[in-house]
């Protein structure tokens, strides 16, 4: 199909954008990578009047890791694959960004697109939970800082106004020792997860000292597996303490059924990744 | 002109010559084609999978910017032809197909009206204008169901939803039954899939100015599409000129009669312009055929040594909504005739069901009906390993038909010759290329540590190139079987070979010059391949049935053995020595004995067309044409084994080997012929594995209507395929070929599951049906834990 017509901006900065989403929240939609927002114009399942596009907007763009981490909404997962100084402090970011997709999406995809689809299957926000990340967001009214785990309400849904644009991630810096994997079965056809699981975990002499795991493709949103991450502070990852923090990860989510896989096997896919996940940080 | 460097060329794996073109984006397809004031066509299709018309309103889209034409199906009755199946079993019930639905839509996706306008998006902005007012009726999607009383009914003339009823088999089934130790039963499904082609149909109509029509389509079959078009639009077959160009993949999908490919011909000549029309990948899994979707129900009645005295299987073959063009084929003849496989089972008791649901239609992909039939013949043996705790290879050995039973009648039925094999052959290198024994006790060792392996093999028989054409018309199949080539040699020797096959990514460009030019005995550079151009290629049925070399092949064989004939009187005559006296080998005709200077094939090819020394009576000229009928079909075969590994927590399966030794009769290419193989192994695994297409029950929505739900497999999700040939020439035609095409995804489908079932016996699990999914095979797992299942 072809999509219905459309005005297209391109804008040279956050003010611009800022100022013609504020004009008309319902009918204008940003433009970033694309990835969802064509398809689904092509299909005619939305046809926005107005297309921003930020991809012109230099604060939106990069990776800064210093003393904390910014990476802006704009960064590509091939970014964030290929970057050197992030694998270095958050391995978990090249391992993540190398399970999504093809290269060609990685390429035009980016982490605030992502992030602000809110697809409940969708990969980074595991990953934005799990490392306790603060979600930087412009509106009319300025500036604000959220964390993570408020950010995802339900199904394509965000904290985000319509006038809102999702600026960057901000991740502080990660303690000394703390251990990041991300754990996903993806579905045959979307590529999307079933079940993805993020962990990053720190410990002192041998106990859990630190721990969050982010859940994505099993519910409705992306969410905290807290009960589990509350069992494992101040435990030995044995297999008995990763069977049992695997098992309440599975029975705090309230998972969906659909036609591929069910809630049950989508339950036992949260404790079998969890668990492997676990294990692996053993295995170091 | 050189001479050849290498004879034979047979059996060399030489390149594809068409890779550079394809490698480097320079094939050239229908949607590559613009010409001046080309109008757009798009198609509204139904949302509903069965609806009452009540009205279509086109107000609103004639008046939208851009548009020429706005038109419902009630605008084109009468005006052409409905759309009408070419392969018409005696005794089928036909429904009436209107190329855009009048009153009644039968399935998600059927034409309900249509718009052409200066631009594409302008024919979909129109599209969006058009107001039908439905009433929606029950569907029935799946066959079970469509059969039962009180189902709902497609078509006034089809009572029950079944189109025919066809019965075939040989001994005495009852009998068999009575005498066996037991009889085994199973049920199984072939899930419904989509010939996912890379490139999705498209097609342009152009009117001439002289009165012509020229219909650019990805044809696999360009002569039938050209009497199809005309016939239906009621426009003189010999102003119509179908060109197929490059083709991005087939595999069955594009040798069908669609209502597009009626309506840019038909509009075009109303709005004297061509007209375009190309279909997304949302319409592709909504409007072009289907594949498979048969529910079987089979009984094995065997002896406790594993030998099978007799088999029943009743077959219930989906059809979708209309019959398409060869669909009463499919199920039928295609599917049960073949039940018995590679076996010996002289009691075989078989009957097919044709059924018709609110379904995309169903036609040929890969293999049309073997598959369906070997996947019958293949769990059912693996079944009575199964139950009666023998090994699966000592069960095939025990039945297998034996190298001097050939050529075989299964079952002494009417029609299914099997004209060559040696099963045993394919088997014992099968067994040691995968390394059986080893692996079996790998298997073994590794299933005491908590890991679940499995083996799996299937063999497989069918037949190709159907021929010859009197036999055709038995099964109503309304077009002949034979293939033309025409030879033509110019006065430089330069060899153009024009063939009625079509090549959609095969490579017939190389294959049919390599058998040329053995014949010929010029280098395969001299040698050009023409076609999918009706006005080109004088005549000639395509490709479909992997009958592209067995006969294509064979005719371009004969033809250029008619060159030979013809260039070794002009040479006898140039030499002054009798015809019998002249030899030809490594491009020179010579007079062996003697010192006489031999005479090269391009100084002949000049000859003939000067004309001075032709002996008497002979024509100048070096230009063949033969109509090659084959008296009969060839039976490829092999034996097809997978290692897997299945994790129990999650499902998923690992496939750690595959190994495919096939009997394809002469291998032309090796290269190409493992690449065919390589090819359809990877949609074997893809039935097997991922593919399905799925409908709601109620509603007959279709669920998979895009790739983000249809599963079709990446290069990652494949193994690395060990494939090695046994040749055993086919006795039915000159070169010995049989055909490869379809022969991978026949093997797959049941190798891979018995492979799974293998990995999973420890479970107890004897079922799953395909596709082996990760949430179905982890839903087995807990269904056979909790003891449910048992």
């Known amino acids: 199909m072809t999509p219905a017509s459309f005005d297209y901006v391109r804008v040279a900065s956050l003010s611009d954008a800022i100022a013609l989403i504020a004009a008309d929240p319902d009918n204008a939609k940003l433009l970033a990578g694309g990835h969802t927002l064509i398809p689904t114009l092509k299909l005619r399942l939305a046809s926005p009047a107005l297309l921003v596009d930020i991809g012109g907007i230099a604060e939106m763009k990069g990776i800064e890791v210093g003393d904390n981490i910014r990476i802006g909404a704009l960064t590509t997962h091939a970014q964030l694959l290929a970057s050197a100084r992030l694998h270095e402090a958050l391995p978990i970011f090249r391992q993540a960004a190398s399970l999504i997709a093809d290269p060609q999406v990685r390429n035009r995809g980016t982490i605030g697109g992502s992030l602000a689809n809110a697809d409940p299957a969708a990969d980074w926000p595991a990953i934005v939970l799990a490392l306790n990340a603060e979600l930087e967001i412009v509106g009319p009214g300025g500036r604000r800082r959220m964390a993570a785990k408020d950010f995802f309400v339900d199904i394509m849904t965000t904290a985000l106004n319509a006038d809102d644009i999702l600026l960057a991630i901000h991740i502080a810096a990660p303690r000394p020792g703390t251990l990041s994997r991300y754990r996903k079965i993806h579905h045959p056809a979307s590529g999307y997860a079933v079940v993805g699981v993020a962990v990053a975990l720190s410990r002192q002499s041998g106990l859990v000292s630190h721990a969050e795991i982010g859940i994505t493709g099993a519910a409705s949103r992306a969410f905290t597996a807290e009960a589990a991450r509350d069992f494992l502070i101040g435990k030995s990852l044995s297999v008995e303490t990763i069977k049992q923090a695997a098992l309440l990860a599975s029975e705090e989510a309230e998972c969906l059924s659909d036609r591929y896989a069910s809630a049950d096997y989508r339950k036992h896919l949260i404790k079998t990744e969890l668990a492997r996940a676990l294990v692996s940080f053993e295995e170091v | 002109m050189t001479e050849p460097e290498t004879l034979p060329y047979i059996g060399q794996p030489l390149r594809r010559r068409e890779d550079l073109k394809f490698i480097t984006g320079r094939g050239r397809y229908v949607d590559d084609i613009a010409l001046p004031h080309m109008l757009h066509l798009t198609i509204l299709r139904s949302p509903h999978a069965h609806a009452l018309i009540k009205n279509v309103d086109l107000v609103a889209a004639r008046a939208a910017p851009g548009v020429r034409l706005a038109l419902s199906g009630a605008d084109l009755a009468g005006k052409i032809g409905s759309i009408k199946p070419n392969w018409i079993l005696p005794g089928t019930k036909v429904p009436d197909r209107p190329v855009v639905a009048v009153d009644r839509v039968r399935f998600v996706g059927e034409c309900v009206a249509l718009v052409v306008a200066e631009t ?64 085994i039963s199973l049920q199984i499904v072939n899930n419904r899939l989509i010939p996912t082609c890379m490139e999705t149909r498209a097609i342009v109509a152009e009117p001439n100015a002289d009165g012509t029509l020229t219909v650019y389509v990805p044809s696999q079959v360009p002569h039938m599409h050209r009497r199809w078009i005309a016939e239906t639009v009621g426009f003189p077959e010999h102003l119509l000129r179908v060109i197929a160009p490059d083709i991005g993949g087939g595999f069955g999908a594009k040798m069908h009669l669609y209502p597009e490919e009626l309506l840019c011909p038909y509009l075009a000549r109303l709005l004297a312009a061509p007209v375009k029309w190309w279909e997304t990948r949302s319409e592709s899994h909504q409007s072009t055929s289907h594949g498979r979707a048969h529910t079987e129900t089979i009984e094995m009645a065997v002896r406790n040594d594993g030998t099978v005295l007799g088999m029943s299987v009743e077959t219930l073959g989906n059809v979708g909504a209309y019959l398409s063009n060869m669909a009463s084929g499919g199920p039928t003849i295609n599917t049960v005739n073949f039940g018995t496989g590679t076996y010996k089972i002289a009691n075989y008791r078989a009957i097919s069901r044709v059924v018709l649901t609110n379904t995309v239609p169903v036609d040929a992909y890969r293999g049309y009906g073997r598959p369906e039939g070997a996947y019958i013949a293949e769990r059912a043996i693996d079944a009575v390993a199964r139950h009666l705790k023998l090994d699966p290879i000592e069960v095939r050995r025990r039945n297998f038909i034996a190298p001097a039973d050939f050529p075989y009648r299964p079952y002494n039925g009417p029609s299914t010759i099997y004209d060559s094999g040696n099963y045993e052959g394919c088997l014992e290198k099968a067994l040691a290329a995968f390394g059986y024994e080893a692996r079996c006790d790998e298997r073994d060792r590794l299933r005491t540590k908590g890991l679940y392996r499995g083996v799996g093999i299937a063999a497989y028989t069918h037949m190709c190139g159907m021929a010859p054409s009197r036999r055709l018309a038995l099964s109503g199949f309304d077009r002949g079987g034979w293939e033309s080539a025409r030879v033509s040699v110019d006065s430089s020797g330069r060899v153009t070979i024009y063939s009625g096959s079509m090549s959609q990514g095969h490579g017939h460009a190389t294959s049919l010059a390599q058998i040329a030019a053995d014949v010929l005995q010029v280098p395969i550079d001299n040698i050009d391949v023409v076609q999918g151009d009706t006005r080109q290629v004088q005549a000639g049925h395509g490709t479909f049935n992997s009958r592209s070399m067995a006969v294509g092949g064979s005719s371009v064989h004969v033809t250029s053995r008619r060159i030979v004939a013809k260039a070794t009187k002009i040479a006898a005559s140039m030499l002054e020595v009798g015809e019998r006296d002249v030899a030809y080998a490594a491009g020179q005709f010579s007079v062996p004995g003697t010192d006489i200077a031999p005479l090269s094939f391009s100084k002949v090819a000049r000859m003939a067309y000067v004309g001075h020394r032709l002996p008497d009576g002979l024509e100048p000229g070096l230009d063949e044409t033969t109509f090659y009928d084959p008296t009969g079909m060839g039976a490829p075969s092999g034996v097809h084994m997978a290692y897997v590994e299945v994790d129990p927590e999650t499902g998923i399966v690992d496939i750690l080997d595959y190994v495919a030794v096939d009997d394809v009769g002469t291998i032309i290419n090796p290269l190409l012929a493992s690449g065919q193989i390589h090819g359809g192994v990877v949609q074997g695994i893809a039935q097997a594995l991922y593919e399905e297409v799925s409908y709601d029950s109620e509603s007959g929505q279709l669920l998979t209507g895009s790739l983000l739900d249809y599963a079709v497999p990446r290069a990652e999700s494949v193994p690395f395929i060990r494939s090695s040939f046994q040749e055993t020439p086919s006795p039915t035609n000159p070169i010995g070929v049989k055909g490869i095409g379809e022969s991978g ?46």
């Not at chain 2, 009572?159 to 089934?173: H, L, M, Q, R």
């Not at chain 2, 999973?760 to 079922?767: A, C, E, M, Q």
């Open chain 2, 120 to 183: 594409r998006a302008l024919a979909n902005d129109a599209l969006g204008l058009i107001d039908v007012d439905f009433e929606t009726l029950p569907a029935v999607v799946d066959e079970t169901l469509a059969i039962k009383d009180g189902a709902p009914q497609l078509h006034d003339n089809i009572p029950n939803n079944v189109a025919t009823i066809y019965n075939v088999g040989g001994g005495d089934y009852q009998k068999a039954a009575r005498e066996a130790d037991r009889v």
């Open chain 2, 745 to 790: 995804s026949i093997a797959a489908p049941p190798c891979m599951v018995h492979a799974v079932l293998d990995a999973l016996s420890p479970f107890g699990i004897t079922h799953v049906d395909m596709p082996l999914t990760p949430p179905r095979i982890w839903a087995a797992i807990q269904h056979a834990r909790t003891g449910a299942g048992q």
